[in-house]
């Protein structure tokens, strides 16, 4: 994937990102403060727009690091700040690197989880956003060479996550305050991310077969 093609996708995914804001808005409000759907709208918003901007000849890590900056400053939060530190690392990392293959996809996840864990620290298990990425993460890099068979594999790993994160107990910030309260729910970061996964195989509909969609 070049990098017209990472902006498009991004476009088109972004869009159906910021349509998830009530259901964002209502899982944070059940274990937190209920700010996650207008963080995650206002960021992906703020993010299409500053696509346009960008020049013709803009690399992939041009492009995350405007992500970056364009979501921390929409609306700061501390997930902004966690997905920019994610996309800013993961930026770092691609250099100047022009073309994205299965070996940058995995770069860039691996970099933003690294840089996610480090900047909130956070561990397995603590019910946040990280409890969806690794997973993932496990399942490309094992994955076969049919990227339609890994992208659907990585999306069923996230909604696995993601309900497996509603048995357990919050354990970083203010939805730990809630204490056992938030057992039963989801995680609204995992649900985040794994709706960014199914955006993104939507504008890719050569990607993924019908039934994963």
Not at 76 to 89: E, I, N
Request: glycine share 8%; net charge negative.
């Amino acid at each position: 994937m070049n990098a017209d093609e990472l902006r498009a996708v991004l476009d088109d995914s972004l869009v159906t990102l910021e349509a998830a804001r009530d259901e964002l808005r209502d899982l944070d409000a059940a274990i937190g403060d209920g700010d996650l759907g207008i963080t995650v709208s206002a960021g992906a918003r703020a993010i299409r727009a500053s696509l346009a901007e960008l020049p013709p000849d803009a690399d992939p890590a041009l492009i995350l690091r405007t992500a970056a900056t364009r979501f921390a400053s929409a609306n700061p939060s501390t997930m902004s700040a966690l997905v920019a530190s994610g996309l800013l690392a993961a930026a770092k990392q691609l250099g100047a690197t022009k073309v994205l293959d299965r070996q940058g996809f995995l770069l860039i996840l691996e970099s933003a989880t690294t840089a996610i864990q480090a900047r909130g620290g956070a561990q397995l298990g603590d019910k946040t956003i990280l409890d969806a990425l690794v997973p993932t993460i496990e399942v490309l890099e094992s994955a076969g060479a049919d990227d339609r068979a890994a992208l659907g594999a990585m999306i069923e790993a996230a909604r696995q996550a993601v309900s497996d994160t509603a048995s357990l107990q919050s354990q970083r910030g203010r939805a730990a305050w809630v204490g056992e309260r938030t057992i039963g729910h989801p995680d609204g970061g995992a649900t985040a991310y794994l709706r960014l996964l199914e955006a993104f195989a939507r504008a890719n509909p050569e990607a993924l077969p019908d039934e994963v969609v």
